[in-house]
Nanobody, 124 residues
Framework: QVHLVESGGGLVQAGGSLRLSCAAS????????MGWFRQAPGKEREFVAG????????FYADSVKGRFTISRDNAKNTVFLQMNSLKPEDTAVYYC?????????????????WGKGTLVTASS
């Protein structure tokens, strides 16, 4: 059982930056692909960014390409999401998720473990 805890959310003005962290425990971290998802009020949960077990491959939703960067530190069992040039439409609860199975497709139903989320609000 993998336990995930997100941190780093908050309120920021449009155009600003935030860095989210997700600390993992209870499993062998470098066996898991890691992803960030988000859910805005009244909307379905959607993929934001993903990273392979050793960080060689990264994946991004079109809406965040060039603005967000996912990375991981396997020595510290942590995955990060650097978010720059934030827009009001980025406002959502951001969730960290993990899975054992390799895939280049990122759907919420394909993830095995989830954190409880952290709220990001980008004000206009």
């Amino acid at each position: 059982q993998v336990h995930l805890v997100e941190s780093g959310g908050g309120l920021v003005q449009a155009g600003g930056s935030l860095r989210l962290s997700c600390a993992a425990s209870g499993g062998t971290f470098n066996n898991y692909q890691m992803g960030w998802f988000r859910q805005a009020p009244g909307k379905e949960r959607e993929f934001v960014a993903g990273i392979s077990t050793r960080g060689v491959s990264t994946f991004y939703a079109d809406s965040v390409k060039g603005r967000f960067t996912i990375s991981r530190d396997n020595a510290k069992n942590t995955v990060f999401l650097q978010m720059n040039s934030l827009k009001p439409e980025d406002t959502a609860v951001y969730y960290c998720a993990a899975r054992r199975t390799y895939s280049s497709s990122w759907y919420p139903s394909g993830m095995d473990y989830w954190g409880k989320g952290t709220l990001v609000t980008a004000s206009s």
